[in-house]
């Protein structure tokens, strides 16, 4: 992995997603790229146009406030530029960071226990859904990730592979093995044993060509994926959970499952999400 991308709005959650990524790049020489995105004016309708105006920023505007902004004491020993962008919808994120070639994006949010929108709201949620390079949600009192117990979620089926492997190509860049988990939700797709076997044996010899990662996999029975990841995290006491997503999942609700399940704040995990194709 050689560079982070960080989205800068210049609030206090932006700055916790990169003391995230700084705490990262430190311990394995990566590169980290701030960007900040600006609404274009020509997206603005005549009746937005003044409710918008002034929350407004012009190139120059935010140059002086990202100047401002990464004169910071921890920056200065992590190679990192920023750059400044246009945008008409803000699920363009994905497509600058692509052509920025970043390999993890990594974004701030509020705690889970207050937890509405990320720190761009549901603009933030649609990017989350829509682009291709895996995205790292923490909370706002996240500034270091224990990466010692990493969860990855998946369904495991052919769809997920080439999430997977991104995920895997994060993992082996930072050192991490992960534990696979699957979670087997009650009702009319509930799967015996032998087929979770049958499915994951399947699914790594395709992602992988062996079974050398099925030693890490385990399996949980819950009435959802969201109960079943965060009962398991509990229990084993996780640190960081990456799961494959679709367009229609929202990471926002997922965040929120902490809360609803009683878990203790220190179970509010930073979330990766990595879209499958």
Do not use: W
């Amino acid at each position: 992995m050689k560079k982070i991308i960080v989205p800068i709005d210049f609030t206090e959650y932006s700055e916790y997603a990169l003391q995230t990524a700084v705490s990262v790049a430190e311990r394995h020489d990566i590169h980290i790229t701030l960007i900040t995105m600006i609404r274009n004016p020509a997206s603005f309708s005549e009746e937005t146009i003044t409710d918008s105006k002034d929350n407004f920023l012009s190139i120059q505007q935010a140059e002086l406030k990202m100047k401002e902004f990464v004169n910071q004491d921890y920056l200065k020993n992590v190679s990192f530029d920023y750059v400044i962008k246009h945008y008409r919808i803000f699920s363009e994120l994905g497509g600058f960071a692509e052509d920025l070639k970043g390999d993890l994006i990594i974004m701030g949010t509020l705690s889970s226990n207050s937890l509405k929108d990320f720190f761009l709201g549901s603009n933030t949620e649609k990017a989350v859904r829509t682009t291709e390079i895996p995205v790292l949600v923490v909370k706002e009192t996240e500034k270091e990730i224990d990466l010692k117990k990493t969860l990855f979620v998946s369904n495991y089926r052919s769809k997920a592979v080439v999430a997977y492997k991104k995920a895997m190509k994060i993992f082996n860049a930072l050192n991490i093995k992960p534990t696979l988990l699957f979670v087997n939700k009650f009702g009319d797709k509930f799967l015996t044993p032998e087929a979770i076997k049958e499915r994951i044996e399947e699914f790594l010899l395709k992602a992988d060509g062996n079974l050398d990662n099925l030693s890490s996999f385990k399996s949980i029975d819950s009435k959802s994926v969201g109960r079943g990841t965060h009962t398991f995290a509990a229990e084993h006491h996780i640190g960081f959970i990456a799961m494959t997503t679709q367009e229609k999942t929202s990471i926002g609700k997922f965040l929120k499952k902490s809360k609803k399940f009683n878990l203790s704040d220190k179970n509010n995990y930073p979330i990766m999400s990595v879209k499958m194709g």
